[in-house]
Each structure stands twice: as C-alpha cells, then as structure tokens.
C-alpha cells in the first residue's frame, strides 16, 4: 500500500562527475502527493538531481527508489517515464503546428495504455478529462487556437496540462515560472495549488515569491553542494542561518 507512503526514496544519492561531487550524499523523500519545492543556488545540484530521477543520469553510489517496487538506478529513462515520473523541463515543448484541443489529446493518446485506440474516436469520458484539464490550465475557450499562437506562460500551461493527461504518479517541474508575467506567475501559484494533495509533485524554483506562494502547506528543502542544507516550512528555512548565509554568500 503506498498511499500512506513515500513516492520517492534518495538514499544517500551520490554523483561524481570526474571526481567533483555534484551530488553528495543526499537524502530526500517526496510523499503521496506532497507539493514540495526545491531551492537552492546555482550548482546547487537540483538539475542532477532531476537527472538522477528520470534516469538521465546515474547516480555514484546510493539508491533511488519510486513507490516500493522501482529501483531508479537499474531502469532506463523510458522504463521510469513508463513507470509513472512527467518531467516538465524549463522550455515549454508543445506541438505547435497543432491545436490546444490537439496537444492534450495527443498527449493523452502517448499513454501506452491507450495507445492501441490512437486513430479511435475520443470516448465521453476523454472528452470529459481534456474538458476538466483545460479548466485547470486556465485554457478553456482557447482549445481551438494553435499552440504556437499561445503567450509563453500558456505554453507552460499547456505542458503541464499535457502532462497530467498522461496521469504521472510523480510530476517533476523545472523552473515553471522562468520568463513569466507576474500575472501569470501568480495564475501558476494558483493553478499548482489547485493540484496539491491531488498529485505527487516536485518543483524546482528560484522564484522565491513563486515558492513563497506555493509553500504555504507544504515543505521547501534547500539543497547546497549536493545534499540538503535545511528542509521544512519556508518560514523555518527562511529563518535558518545557514540558509541566509548561503543565499547571502556570507
Ligand atoms: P543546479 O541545477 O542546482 O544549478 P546542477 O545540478 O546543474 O546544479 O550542477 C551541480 C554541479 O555539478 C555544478 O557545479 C555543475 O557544474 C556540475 N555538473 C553538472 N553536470 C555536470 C557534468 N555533466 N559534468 C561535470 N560537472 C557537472
């Protein structure tokens, strides 16, 4: 039963690149469907971190697991995005040449579930979830312009609406924010809350009003030098010592 569990397990994660340690020996535990943030200064190893996750990477030593029966570190990228891990990188990457309507579709038919039914009629209940999907991303009435007509920040959107459709049990956002309004930004804040405790999900920022915004209910780890530097509520790692003189450069 894992729903009372963690999702994700980094034990003691390590990675070397040519001897430098951009991970280093770190530890951190997502659970069912936490909304957590990641902090933490340029080189603080929250990219590898990613890579490490979605196979991109193999860690040096330690173990990575997802829910109780994945063993990261032996699965290749495509077997973890088969298992359940959406990766949402910065640059949105939506089918430009086709419709809103036709971006969730197809990402919804990419699912090796449905595969098999790719040129088949949407059925009600598809049509039900793309309908609810394009509510959530703050794109309905849109769902018949080009994607490649939409502003930058509904892009972003619509990715994280594409992804959704592919129903990941761990969603991991890089940086979701970056290049935004501060209008759009704030519909994000909005739009990820709306999913808190709903799905499982990881977003790495360095919008810190963005992750001030999105923390309120859940916990913020600030990572440094490759392992965890403080984790808890954002007014606790705000207060931390070590974390201002980490941001401060003291
Ligand atoms: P962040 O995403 O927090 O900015 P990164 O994970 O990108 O940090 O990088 C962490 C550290 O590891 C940095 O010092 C970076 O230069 C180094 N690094 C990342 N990838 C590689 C690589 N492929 N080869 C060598 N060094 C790397």
Known sequence: ????????????????FDG?????????????????????????????????????????????FFGQNYDLASMTEYEIAHAGIGRKFQRPTVFEQHTVFENLELAMKMDKRVRPTLFARLTSEQEDRIAATLRLIRLNGQEDRLAGLLSHGQKQWLEIGM??????????????????????????????????????????EHDMGFVTEIAQQGKVTVLHEGSVLAEGRM???????RVIDVYLGR
């Open 163 to 204: 992804l959704l459709m592919q129903e990941p049990q761990l969603i991991l956002l890089d940086e979701p924010v970056a290049g935004m309004s501060d209008a759009e930004t704030a519909r994000t804040a909005e739009l990820l809350n709306e999913l808190r405790g709903k799905h499982s999900i990881m977003v790495v």
């Open 235 to 241: 007014d606790q790692v705000q207060a931390d010592e």
């Open 1 to 16: 039963d894992t729903t009372h569990g963690a999702i994700l397990y980094l034990n003691d994660i390590t990675v070397s």
């Open 20 to 64: 430098f340690r951009a991970i280093n020996k770190l530890n951190l535990d997502i659970s069912v469907g936490e909304l957590r943030c990641i902090i933490g200064p340029n080189g603080a190893g929250k990219t590898t971190m990613m890579d490490v996750i979605t196979g991109k990477t193999r860690p040096t030593s330690g173990t990575a």
